[in-house]
């Protein structure tokens, strides 16, 4: 049976919809960093999202055998490789815009719901073309940079695409706050906000920085599920509020 990072690790993939506090280790990730709004047809985002796909396709095929056994010619052979179900996409958000970083590392502040603004500690939900991310899958431990360079090059040569982008990207996310979320991805202040105060309660605060983001971890194909039942994994950096 193939391995499954989100059935292994339930604690980092399939939280309650309530907040619980997690210490995240470090995890290697392709990732492709852009900036604009996720949801252009033609737009960045979505060319980084095709970009991971072939590269994560390419190393869990790399090993594939032809019916009747044996190995076909130019088959890869990466140590330590095992069978695997590939891990969901993710993403780190943040705005660099002068409202956002006026809001970046304070309290909730949601605007009231006419004004068509949301703020939530330094994302202004109604301005999507301001986000910079980090979309990212995570890799299994066998996959070295060595071994996402080759991927790399193969999926350059098969697929006759440009995958320059895609890098090897290690994150410790340490101490955070997280939350299942359950619905659009534009009603999660409501759940951010649930997830702020339990941390407050904890005797946490917010850590965002400009190398500790705003984490989403994507369990649901928004092309195939209906907006209100999409599932979000939400994570924030934490730290103990000083004495």
């Not at 350059?156 to 695409?161: G, V, Y």
């Not at 409501?190 to 904890?202: G, P, S």
């Not at 983001?213 to 994570?235: F, G, N, Q």
Request: net charge neutral; proline share 5%.
């Amino acid at each position: 049976m193939a391995f499954d990072f989100k059935k292994e690790y339930k604690e980092f993939y399939l939280p309650k919809n309530k907040p619980g506090i997690v210490t995240v280790p470090g995890m290697n990730y392709m990732a492709v960093r852009g900036m604009g709004d996720p949801n252009r047809e033609d737009g960045e985002y979505k060319q980084s999202i095709g970009l991971l796909y072939g590269i994560a396709f390419t190393i869990k095929m790399s090993t594939r055998r032809p019916k009747g056994g044996g190995i076909s010619a130019g088959d890869h052979q990466i140590d330590g490789y095992f069978d695997y179900v590939v891990p969901p996409l993710e993403g780190f958000w943040w705005q660099e815009t002068a409202s956002a970083k006026l809001n970046f590392n304070t309290a909730v502040d949601v605007l009231s719901e006419g004004s068509g603004r949301c703020k939530q500690n330094g994302i202004a939900y109604a301005h999507k073309e301001d986000f910079h991310w980090i979309s990212v899958i995570r890799l299994p431990d066998f996959v070295t940079e060595d071994g996402l360079r080759w991927a790399i090059e193969e999926a350059t040569k098969k697929k006759k695409q440009d995958f320059s982008k895609v890098e090897f990207l290690t994150i410790e996310e340490g101490l955070c706050v997280q939350c299942m979320h359950i619905g659009s991805y534009d009603d999660e202040p409501a759940t951010i906000a649930m997830m702020h105060e339990f941390m407050e309660q904890q005797g946490y605060k917010l850590d965002i920085t400009d190398k500790r983001r705003h984490h989403e971890i994507y369990l649901s194909d928004a092309r195939r599920v209906a907006p209100e039942k999409l599932k979000t994994v939400i994570r924030h950096p934490i730290k103990r509020k000083e004495s």
